[in-house]
């Protein structure tokens, strides 16, 4: 999967998309892509990172509590 590194506007090959997915790692491993040589991967910090498009990642893939308003709402049941 190729991502946009958001600092240089270069994109980036993911190498490690459970990284990616899990939103407890705040790191992915990828490689830029520019050049004719393939780069050396790198380790990189998930935040700066958008969609070739320019669209942010998905909240569940950077925030490991995205959830828990809904969870706890849940939990404690409506306000009477």
């Not at 790191?27 to 498009?53: C, T, W």
């Amino acid at each position: 999967m190729f991502l946009k590194h958001k600092p240089t506007g270069r994109l980036v090959e993911v190498l490690s998309l459970n990284d990616l997915f899990n939103p407890y790692h705040t790191r992915l491993v990828g490689r830029f892509h520019y050049g004719e040589e393939i780069q050396d991967p790198e380790q990189l910090p998930k935040a700066e990172f958008v969609f070739p498009s320019g669209e942010a990642l998905p909240r569940c893939w950077l925030d490991p509590h995205y959830r828990d308003e809904q969870v706890f709402a849940r939990r404690v049941g409506p306000k009477r």
